[in-house]
């Protein structure tokens, strides 16, 4: 199971992959969460401690690394565009809670794109993770999908773009399913949270196609305290995870 988890900024998109990530970690399944986006909040949605986090380097920012895998250096303009990283998640992954955690963290590609050694890094690792890893990865990714590409999408089953009650999120949608479909991917499902009531169920019903819906996770304040704490959204609410856990179970259907 091959998943990319993308949405707005501030929608909950994290609380989704971390807790998905678990409960497949619950059946005894290996599990890799890759954190993708700037924010780089995963880990404390899995339950690693600030502490634990803070001794954990994103792949992109590893200088030594990459020049040693690419070849580039100040001195050396030309690099491989194949290096080698079918190692890198099992060496610089980090457990908790049955969950490998692999902080990719992105490369800034200032408006014109970026063909820099660290972004070749980036798609090659993730190409790895779509296409020669066995378990079950998830990418907590951003809003857009920049970092992906053919070569990568290809493994993947399906994107998941998590949204909130509004008119920004479903533009949101439109555009990841766009761009989605551009990559060759046709199957992008959404997950609705901070659900109040059934106006906002009714609300987005009426904006996203029935086969694309893949549940709602409801406004929920224990998620709020997990944030505060600091802790795993997992640890605080059965109620969050019980209705991730039946689009899961939807999702595996699928």
Same mark, same amino acid.
């Given at each position: ?96 809670? /049955?969950?490998?955690? !692999?902080?990719? =963290? #992105? ?7 970026? @063909?820099?050694? +660290? ?24 809003? /857009?999908?920049?970092? !992906?590409?053919? =070569? #990568? ?7 998941? @773009?998590?949204? +909130? ?44 196609? +029935? ?44």
């Amino acid at each position: 199971m091959k998943i990319a988890v993308t949405g707005k900024g501030g929608v909950g998109k994290t609380t989704f992959a971390a807790t998905l990530a678990r409960l497949y970690a619950d059946e005894g399944r290996p599990v890799l969460a890759a954190d993708v986006d700037p924010d780089a909040n995963l880990g404390l949605a899995l339950g690693f401690t600030e502490e634990e986090l803070e001794q954990i380097v994103p792949i992109t920012k590893m200088r030594k690394l990459i020049e040693e895998r690419t070849g580039a250096t100040e001195d050396n303009a030309f690099y491989k565009l194949n290096p080698q990283v079918s190692d890198i998640p099992d060496k610089y992954g980090k457990l908790c809670n /049955g969950v490998r955690l !692999l902080v990719l =963290g #992105t490369v800034d590609t200032a408006g014109g794109g970026c @063909v820099c050694p +660290e972004h070749v890094m980036l798609k090659r690792i993730l190409n790895n993770l779509m296409l020669h890893r066995k378990d079950v990865v998830i990418l907590d990714m951003e809003a /857009g999908l920049e970092h !992906l590409g053919r =070569g #990568t999408t290809a493994g993947m089953d399906q994107f998941v @773009v998590v949204i +909130e009650p509004g008119a920004r999120s479903i533009q949101t949608y439109t555009n990841v399913k766009r761009l989605a479909d551009g990559l060759g991917v046709k199957r992008v499902r959404v997950v609705a949270n901070k659900v109040r009531d059934e106006k906002d169920e009714e609300f987005i019903k009426s904006r996203i196609p +029935e086969e694309d819906l893949l549940g709602f996770i409801h406004y929920n304040s224990e998620i709020i305290d997990a944030d505060r704490s600091g802790a795993s959204p997992y640890d605080f609410s059965e109620v969050a995870v019980n209705e991730i856990r039946k689009i899961k179970e939807k999702i595996d259907a699928e």
